[in-house]
């Protein structure tokens, strides 16, 4: 439901707070209204976005995956990172809203909103958890939030927007980024010829968030995984890799597979 995310919402036009505006819709003092779509996510752009994001096919893989809880030690070690927080956790690329579901799940008296740009990801992000809301918008563009509401980011595989991560996260606050390491499915990328990870990944990343914050902790996770052929298949589906390579026409088999991220906590500088 939207409703426990509306006293962090603003508008993405005026920056006026926003508030129910009917069963179907949320408006500000301005005029200016916005959409709640069947499935429950509101779309915040404030026009046509330039990006579409992950399209359905990726995002049912992705889920399929998920669903194996293949990667549970990434939302277990974000959960204990979360473990009895409050006020509200922005996912910023939530996609299918797993692992925001999650931390809520860790968090009782926390209020989750996930964003992401793919209306496939917020039909399934809307309906992640009972407390989680879901919002159309842009990582790229200002965000549809007031100063200093967050009280935790997560960002988990997704882009980063370092001036307004650090605009809307309290000065208390915590942002949680979990990038793939090095050796991230290498046996999978070796295998199939897929997108090997950028080796210069953690200086980016870094470079992004600016000098709005300072790394307290990064901690690199690993989980070996026996995969089947459909589960491969399906894994090269929600990799990067699916935008372009020929999924379709790749010969899964079984395989033994290594996932490695780093997770790593800042704070506000």
Known sequence: M?????PYLRCPVCGEALARAGERALRCPRGHGFDLARQGYVNLTAGRSPHSGDTAEMIADRAAFLAEGHYDFIAEALAEAVRGAGGLVLDAGTGTGYYLARVLAAAPAATGLGIDVSKPALRRAARAHPRASAALADLWRPLPLADASASTILNVFAPRNGPEFRRVLHPDGTLL????????????????GLIRVDPAKRDRVTESLG?????ETTTTLRHPMHLTAAETRTLIGMTPSARHVPVDEITAKELKVTAAVDLTRYRPA
């Not at 000098?211 to 790394?215: I, T």
């Open 211 to 215: 000098n709005g914050f300072r790394a």
């Open 177 to 192: 980024v979990v990038t793939p390491a090095q050796d991230h499915l290498t046996e999978l990328v070796d295998t199939f």
């Open 2 to 6: 939207i409703d426990g995310a509306l």
